[in-house]
């Protein structure tokens, strides 16, 4: 059985053509979401994984729908290969129900490693070159010392933490602060 999966990110974009594109593949049931990929819980995604049996397909208009990076995707399609399922994105034309297509895959997956295992000894010998000058590596603090104690001393008093930040963020001094909250 072949099952789709269409998501658009934005209220203005259509799910009608990837539903369209679907049905026209053999889909028998669509799951459709409206949810950047970014949110960490896809309800639609979820349930089209839930609802496929070993032998059935996964379909998605085109790859950026499923995952919205490589790694992502090896993830998720590794996921449905691990259940017996196999995976199919029309726009790219990738079908790892056939040989070919998991070939292409696995060379995806090669390089998604590749990419991170660069990123990853970039990022150490960053660190590794701040060390000797007595740096630390990171993003720098949002409040100061000062600011920090006196965001920790209202919370204690009550004051909600997104209230916190916020007006941490706005103002420029601990005085500032205070009259904000006053």
């Not at 934005?10 to 539903?19: A, F, N, S, T, V």
């Given at each position: 059985?072949?099952?789709?999966?269409?998501?658009?990110?934005?209220?203005?974009?259509?799910?009608?053509?990837?539903?369209?594109?679907?049905?026209?593949?053999?889909?028998?049931k669509v799951f459709e979401?409206?949810?950047?990929?970014?949110?960490?819980?896809?309800?639609?995604?979820?349930?089209?994984?839930?609802?496929?049996?070993?032998?059935?397909?996964?379909?998605?208009?085109?790859?950026?729908?499923?995952?919205?990076?490589?790694?992502?995707?090896?993830?998720?399609?590794?996921?449905?290969?691990?259940?017996?399922?196999?995976?199919?994105?029309?726009?790219?034309?990738?079908?790892?129900?056939?040989?070919?297509?998991?070939?292409?895959?696995?060379?995806?997956?090669?390089?998604?490693?590749?990419?991170?295992?660069?990123?990853?000894?970039?990022?150490?010998?960053?660190?590794?070159?701040?060390?000797?000058?007595?740096?630390?590596?990171?993003?720098?603090?949002?409040?100061?010392?000062?600011?920090?104690?006196?965001?920790?001393?209202?919370?204690?008093e009550g004051e909600q933490?997104?209230?916190?930040?916020?007006?941490?963020?706005?103002?420029?001094?601990?005085?500032?602060?205070?009259?904000?909250l006053a």
């Amino acid at each position: 059985m072949r099952i789709g999966y269409a998501r658009v990110s934005r209220k203005d974009q259509r799910l009608e053509p990837q539903r369209n594109a679907l049905l026209a593949d053999g889909c028998e049931k669509v799951f459709e979401e409206l949810i950047s990929s970014r949110e960490a819980e896809r309800g639609a995604l979820q349930e089209a994984f839930d609802y496929c049996r070993e032998g059935d397909v996964l379909v998605v208009a085109k790859l950026d729908r499923l995952g919205r990076s490589l790694r992502e995707l090896i993830d998720l399609v590794g996921e449905l290969e691990g259940r017996g399922v196999g995976f199919r994105s029309l726009k790219e034309s990738l079908d790892t129900t056939t040989v070919g297509g998991r070939l292409i895959f696995h060379v995806f997956g090669a390089l998604a490693e590749f990419e991170s295992e660069i990123i990853r000894e970039g990022t150490m010998a960053g660190l590794e070159s701040t060390s000797p000058r007595s740096r630390h590596g990171g993003r720098p603090r949002a409040l100061d010392e000062n600011r920090a104690k006196l965001a920790r001393r209202l919370k204690g008093e009550g004051e909600q933490h997104r209230e916190l930040g916020f007006r941490a963020r706005l103002t420029h001094g601990a005085a500032e602060i205070e009259m904000a909250l006053a």
